[in-house]
Structure formats: C-alpha cells, structure tokens
C-alpha cells in the first residue's frame, strides 16, 4: 500500500532565509510525487511534479524539490522565503502502476518577517 | 479554457437528502479524482478514476458513489447524506484542482 508522511505540522522560518518542508513516501513501484499549496479558504494549486529524470524538480513561485530514492524522501525547497510564502503544503504520491493519488496530512509554513 | 469547474460551490442539505456534486475538465485528461477536506486536515480520497467508464474506490468511498461517463465529466453522488460528510470536496483532473464544493449537512 502506498503512503506519504510529513513529519512536520509546522515549518517557522525568518523571511530571506531558506526553507525545507519534509516529504516521506512509500510504494511498491516506482513513485510519482506533487507538491501543493493551499492558501486559506482557496484550492490546491499544483507547485511542481517528479515523474521521471532529474532529481531535482524546479517549479512554480521558486520552489524546487529533490527527490532522493534511497532515503524515499521529496522534501520541498525555496532558498530565499517571503512572507507570502506563508501557506499549507502539501506532498502527494501514486505509484506509477496505479492512478491512486494520496496526500500527505499537510505542514503549515510561517514565514515571519 | 476553465480548467477544473465544480458546482455548486456552496450547499447545505438536511440530514438523508441526496445530492450531485458536478466536476468538469477541459483539458482532455484521462484521470480524474474526488477528495474530502475537513477543517485542518489534510485532502482524502474518496474515489478515482483512471479513464472514461472506470472508476476505483480510494480511501473513504463509505457513503458515496461516482459516475465517469465520459471524458470530461465526474461525478460525486451522495445517496442519504449524513452530518460526518460536512466537508470541503475538491474535484481533481490529473494534477490540477478544482476550487472546492463547501457541503454542510444538518
């Protein structure tokens, strides 16, 4: 069965300076991987996606995330955050065999000025 | 193009009414999904569909049922709702989102 945790339910982090959100996965093919953020009372907005290829994933609004199949992790990165950055991210993972897309519980990020 | 539309975007129903939540994509994709979101929790999947015709039970398909009759169309149908299902629920067109059905049974 497939699964996806972030460890963390709150990320504070000063603006300018960099920021990690945590992703763990776990299925038995080979993992497709999101990021999302949501921001209060609104939808998901997709930020960026592993499929195949580079490790390293560059997307939306500066963030970029690594994917590391050894440590089964897609932590999510921004090497200068705003205070606009402030939001709930969310991971998400399906199997490449499957179409079953699961979300991770969510970390809420505060960036402060 | 509109992306990912759901209707209605607000709706409250009296504890066994039935209802339809509608979904609609226009971007031509095969896989579309409908999660539940509740106040400061994270998104579950309720059910997905892979293609056209096909549809698979996620992790808490209890109380609902789906229709994919064709590409661009899925829908979410609860039968006899019940306050437990007071939800936020997002419609999903392979990666992207749609804005969100806010339902309050009472």
């Known amino acids: 069965a497939q699964s996806v945790a972030q460890p963390e339910d709150q990320v504070n982090v000063a603006e300018g300076n960099p920021l990690t959100v945590k992703c763990t996965y776990s299925?038995?093919?080979?993992?497709?991987l999101f990021w999302y953020v949501q921001y209060p009372n609104r939808g998901l907005q997709f930020l960026l996606k592993y499929i195949t290829g580079d490790n390293l994933v560059k997307g939306s609004y500066g963030f970029e995330a690594e994917f590391n199949k050894s440590q089964t992790s897609f932590h999510l990165k921004k090497p200068s955050a705003l205070v606009s950055d402030s939001a709930l991210y969310f991971c998400?993972?399906?199997?490449?065999?499957?179409?079953?897309?699961?979300f991770g519980s969510g970390t809420r990020l505060l960036v402060r000025p | 193009n509109a992306g990912v539309t759901q209707t209605p975007k607000f709706q409250v129903l009296k504890t066994g009414q039935s209802m339809t939540l509608q979904c609609a994509q226009d971007?031509?994709?095969?896989?579309m999904y409908w999660y539940r979101q509740d106040p400061g929790m994270g998104l579950r999947l309720i059910y997905y569909s892979a293609s056209e015709g096909t549809t698979d039970k996620g992790e808490v398909p209890n109380g609902y049922n789906v229709s994919r009759l064709n590409k661009r169309e899925f829908s979410l149908r609860l039968e006899s709702a019940a306050p437990s299902q007071t939800s936020v629920y997002f419609c999903?067109?392979?990666?992207?989102f749609g804005p969100g059905t806010r339902l309050t049974v009472t």
């Open positions: 999903a067109s392979s990666e992207w």
């Open positions: 971007m031509n994709h095969n896989s």
């Open positions: 998400a993972v399906r199997d490449s065999s499957s179409y079953k897309l699961i």
């Open positions: 299925v038995s093919g080979n993992p497709y």
